[in-house]
Nanobody, 124 residues
Framework: QVHLVESGGGLVQAGGSLRLSCAAS????????MGWFRQAPGKERESVAA????????YYADSVKGRFTISRGYAANTVYLQLNTLKPEDTGVYYC?????????????????WGQGTQVTVAS
């Protein structure tokens, strides 16, 4: 059974930074991609960033390009999301996700497994 645990959310002023972490266990394949989705109040959940198992291939939503950076830990079963130059519209619940490929998580906007979510609030 896949288990994804996020940490690192919180309250930050606009222009500030946060780093989210996700630890995965029970992934069905060593080739699984991992990523981050977010859901703002009253909006649908959207893919923010994704990264391949090797770390070579990445995906970013247009709204976060140049501000967010996704990376994988040395053990590859951890994934991080560095959030810089945060804006109030970045507020939402951020979910760690795992899927078969970066395309599945990114352009496909779907995942096989989800974490419980961590709240990010950006104050103006």
């Amino acid at each position: 059974q896949v288990h994804l645990v996020e940490s690192g959310g919180g309250l930050v002023q606009a222009g500030g930074s946060l780093r989210l972490s996700c630890a995965a266990s029970g992934l069905p394949s060593r080739s699984y991609a991992m990523g981050w989705f977010r859901q703002a109040p009253g909006k649908e959940r959207e893919s923010v960033a994704a990264i391949s198992w090797s770390g070579v291939t990445t995906y970013y939503a247009d709204s976060v390009k140049g501000r967010f950076t996704i990376s994988r830990g040395y053990a590859a079963n951890t994934v991080y999301l560095q959030l810089n130059t945060l804006k109030p519209e970045d507020t939402g619940v951020y979910y760690c996700a795992a899927g078969r490929s970066v395309d599945t998580l990114g352009l496909g906007q779907t995942a096989d497994s989800w974490g419980q979510g961590t709240q990010v609030t950006v104050a103006s």
